[in-house]
């Protein structure tokens, strides 16, 4: 079953928050929905779940007993310890008893927090706290696992912790999404759709991304058009989408940050010029 | 104030250091934070902090800031003690950017600028249109920004940065370090905490942090130091996946490849084999993820 | 220092509800105070019963307002009349001296009516029912026993709902296969049961303690209860729907709390109060079910006499629930706005919870 959202769109008031957006999501794949803040992730996630109505497009989701969700926030029941915290979201999907228990301790075995499992939520450090919620959006065995900014703000060793949780859910047959302000997680995913204030900037797999890439990116100390520049360490990067850098200029074989910034540097010059 | 060229920057001249710890150890009873740490920031460098949960981050700012005394060690800021007079030559910018959400932009660079007794900035011309709205209703690139411009009214000579383009978009992050770049240009020296590693990248220099010291120092290739990964290339991603998973293996998945941090390909050749599964193994450059997650199982195991 | 004042005064405007807290509460007081607090009963509902029913009527001071001239009835039906509640006093004639039964369970009016009938001297003979010695306590604790269902229902009931949605884990509801109904049930559960816990126990010690009586029956006494808890459950119910943060819930909940406190006939009777403000105090639940909790309590009335107020109560706690569910479903049902100020995003929560609370090592 192939899920998604074909040309959806969805307003908040004058606000276009998602603005004809497709994307597919295959099972066994990870798919990285990547943008900043206001980029549209969560809207886009959020109508996946059916949890925001789309006011055009549509979009294909399993039900709610196929379908695991982890939101931005908390994700798990502050009060409640790790094992209550699991324990409830069994029961809501019909688990009980030793298959609940069991399921449970496989659960934490893989993400490691068997040792956390009487200690209340509250007291989880942050990367932990995401584990749970990753757990209790994985105990009924979703077809559809969608995670909105799983890792953000997340030390780096719980978020390979996670990413290899995600991958081996997307291993066993699940569709996986996930939203991340992070550019090397997107390089990692199968497919990665890159958004920005609303709408679709790129997507597909890194290499067709890379591939479909148009223009050349330079580098030097200074920039010889600023608007079409951007700081990468201690030098500027251009982007020339005609290709027309003038002769002596540096170029640079593009990685995935280069790609996103120029091509939003692109999307914005180009408003710009309408106006 | 010209900038030096601080890459390889291992200064002794203290006198010239604006932030400078000298085995520094903090405990909290029987809990070493931070453990013997010595470390420093050079005007116009941009000094990257890194480590996982735990490592000892946080403690350390705060005794650099002097909101926390030092169990061994001194801390000289600015070339004395940590005091209130010399915090006000510091620049914070903690995670969740210190603003009054039900303020305006303006509201707010007005209050924090009369509370350093500096005179009140003036928004950038990008961020002008901006100026009446209430924080909590700014996206958060435009927070973010409003709250440098805030940090930086007072002319701060160090600047303390808690993850600064945390969940910002690709584009809003390079012009936040387009303006943190124009300070260290400046001389100001600063000092960035991040988990984000094209953050990282944006540094002159890193520390990693690890369980309370400091584990290594320098480029990103110090930093990663002989930490190794390798990648197997195979048609049968999934059952390669769960195989190595099951043993026990560090694997994370990488496009449709598979990656295996500190592997030794023996004993993934072994484990495979025993699976029937054909693939080509390679080594390749690990991250510096990989590096902290190998720090990470190290003190798992000995703990 | 200057600056922190502006910033202080700039942040208040903002908040709308601590502002309107602030101007509302002083003029709300005021006005209560100024034509609701009166302890003084000018009027009350008096009933003359046998031969010389008629002749009490003409001689009784305007104070007594009679509604009831029967002279056919004698003094059994008197005290019916006195126990259901629908007259203060009633005079008991065909006999000498006449006999005045007094409702001791309206504590003003019957301080009132046994104040004017001191004066008559010999010839009226006057006897409390109830409340024979018209203890403040007797009235109270029954109304009390009203005041801390409704604080726990509505202050704790908003708190704990409005928690879900602090914590951001109103969402996870919204998409698990669990229906709208059972989620507001299911949380309100908790809050029914120590409600009635807390109930029995100052019921209990009310009886025990102060002596107060409980003549009446206990179902009749439950059902009111029962029916009150509802009510203002679904009160607490709302308040979560309308609030963001747990502080605004209390706000809104001391808000509504005063009110009733006030008007309810709980301090000041309702018969003294002026019309104007009365209308106030007949719109409260908690008016309701001090009747209920007065009349079973003290005077042993029944449902067949309070029928009313249960019903009021039950019309009350259908249309404050309904209003309360229809509002909590838009929060879990699919198709739901999110409410998240103007941006797209979400600030990504976990960024605030690295801070480990274990040992302050970072």
């Known amino acids: 079953m192939t899920f998604g959202v074909r040309s959806a769109r969805v307003r908040y008031g004058d606000r276009t928050a998602v603005d004809d957006v497709s994307v597919e999501l295959d099972a066994g794949s990870v798919t990285a929905v990547v943008g900043g803040d206001g980029a549209g992730k969560t809207t886009l996630l959020r109508a996946l779940v059916r949890e925001v109505a789309l006011d055009g497009g549509t979009v294909t989701a399993p039900d709610k007993d196929r379908l695991g969700y982890l939101p931005a926030s908390s994700g798990s029941w502050a009060g409640l310890t790790v094992a209550q915290n699991i324990d409830f979201v069994g029961g809501v999907f019909g688990l009980a008893g030793e298959a609940l228990a069991a399921r449970r301790a496989e659960l934490l075995a893989a993400a490691g927090l068997t040792a956390a499992v009487d200690r209340p939520a509250s007291q989880l450090s942050g990367g932990m706290r995401r584990k749970l919620g990753f757990c209790m959006a994985m105990v009924h065995e979703p077809a559809l696992l969608v995670l909105d900014e799983p890792s953000t703000g997340i030390d780096p060793v719980s978020r390979i912790d996670l990413w290899r949780l995600i991958s081996e859910t997307a291993a066993r047959g699940a569709a996986v999404v996930m939203s991340t302000t992070y550019l090397d997680e997107a390089e990692r995913a199968a497919r990665l759709l890159v958004l920005d204030r609303g709408r679709a900037l790129v997507q597909g797999s890194y290499d067709e991304v890379r591939a479909g890439f148009v223009g050349t990116i330079t580098r030097d100390r200074a920039a010889v058009r600023p608007h079409w520049s951007w700081r990468r360490g201690r030098e500027r990067r251009e982007y020339w989408p005609d290709a027309d850098q003038p002769a002596g200029q540096a170029v640079v074989e593009p990685d995935l940050e280069d790609i996103v910034v120029a091509l939003s540097l692109a999307a914005r010059n180009r408003e710009g010029a309408a106006t | 104030m010209s900038r030096r060229d601080t890459s390889r920057d291992t200064s002794r001249d203290t006198s010239r250091s604006l932030l400078r710890a000298t085995s520094v150890t903090h405990r909290f009873g029987d809990l070493v934070a931070v453990d013997d740490v010595s470390m420093h920031v050079e005007p116009g460098e941009v000094v990257g902090l890194l480590g996982a949960n735990g490592a000892g981050k946080t403690t350390l700012i705060r005794m650099l800031l002097g909101l926390l005394a030092t169990s061994e060690g001194e801390v000289v800021v600015l070339g004395g003690p940590p005091d209130r007079a010399r915090r006000r030559r510091l620049g914070y910018v903690p995670q969740n950017l210190g603003l009054y959400r039900d303020l305006t932009a303006e509201e707010n660079l007005t209050f924090i600028a009369r509370a350093y007794a500096a005179a009140r900035p003036v928004l950038p011309p990008d961020l002008a249109a901006y100026a009446g709205v209430l924080v909590g209703d700014l996206p958060l690139g435009i927070q973010r920004q409003v709250a440098f411009v805030a940090a930086l009214c007072h002319a701060p000579e160090v600047l303390l940065l808690d993850e600064p383009t945390s969940g910002v978009d690709a584009l809003s992050g390079t012009r936040l370090w387009d303006t943190i770049r124009a300070e260290s240009d400046t001389g100001v020296g600063v000092l960035v905490t991040t988990h984000n590693m094209q953050e990282a990248e944006q540094c002159d220099r890193l520390l990693l942090m690890s369980d309370g010291k400091v584990v290594a120092q320098g480029s990103e290739g110090d930093v990663i130091g002989d930490t190794t990964a390798i990648a197997v290339h195979t048609d049968d991603w999934a059952r390669t996946f769960a195989a190595l998973n099951a043993a026990g293996q560090p694997v994370v998945l990488d496009g449709r490849a598979v990656r295996v941090a500190d592997g030794h390909v023996a004993r993934l050749e072994q484990i495979l084999a025993a699976e029937g599964i054909t693939a080509r193994l390679e080594p390749v450059p690990a991250t510096i993820e990989e590096r902290m997650l190998v720090l990470a199982r190290g003190e798992a195991d000995t703990s | ?362």
Not at chain 3, 334 to 361: C, I, M, N, Y
């Open chain 3, 1 to 362: 220092m200057r600056a922190m004042i502006v910033k202080e005064f700039r942040e208040l405007v903002r908040d709308r509800r601590t502002l309107a807290m602030l101007v509302v509460m002083p003029l709300l007081l005021l006005i209560i105070f100024g034509y609701a607090a009166n302890f003084y009963v000018s009027s009350v509902r008096s009933a003359a019963v046998g031969p010389q029913a008629e002749q009490v009527v003409s001689q009784a001071p305007a104070m007594f307002d009679f509604t009831v001239v029967e002279p056919s009835e004698g003094q059994a039906d008197a005290e019916q009349l006195l126990q259901d509640g629908k007259v203060d006093v009633a005079f008991v004639t065909g006999r000498q001296p006449v006999l005045a039964l007094v409702d001791g369970s309206n504590l003003f009016a019957a301080q009132s009516i046994v104040g004017a009938l001191n004066k008559a001297g010999n010839s009226v003979t006057t006897q409390v029912l109830y409340n024979p010695d018209l203890k403040t306590s007797w009235v109270m604790i029954p109304a009390i026993i009203g005041l801390i269902l409704t604080f726990v229902g509505t202050l704790i009931t908003s708190i704990g709902l409005v928690r879900e949605r602090e914590q951001g884990t109103m969402e996870q509801l919204a998409v698990m296969p669990i229906r709208p109904t059972a989620v507001i049930l299911g949380k309100i559960a908790p809050y029914f049961l120590v409600a009635a816990v807390d109930m029995t126990i100052v019921t209990l010690l009310g009886v025990w303690l102060f002596g107060v009586p409980f003549n009446g029956n206990v179902l009749a006494f439950a059902l009111g209860a029962a029916l009150f808890l509802f009510v203002v459950l679904g009160v607490g119910v709302f308040i979560s729907t309308v609030s963001e943060t747990a502080g605004q819930a209390i706000q809104l909940a001391f808000l509504l709390l005063l009110p009733q406190i006030l008007l309810s006939g709980m301090i000041f009777p309702l018969e003294a109060m002026a019309a104007g403000v009365r209308w106030i105090g007949y719109l409260l639940p908690l008016t309701y079910f001090t009747m209920i909790s007065r009349g079973v309590m003290l005077r042993g009335a029944g449902i067949e006499s309070l029928w009313y107020a249960y019903l009021i109560l039950a019309v009350m706690a259908v249309v404050v629930f309904t209003g309360a569910t229809l509002r909590f479903r838009r929060d879990l049902a699919p198709g739901a706005r999110s409410g998240h100020g103007r941006r797209g995003g979400k600030e990504p929560e976990p960024a605030t919870v690295t801070a480990p609370a274990t040992g302050g090592a970072a």
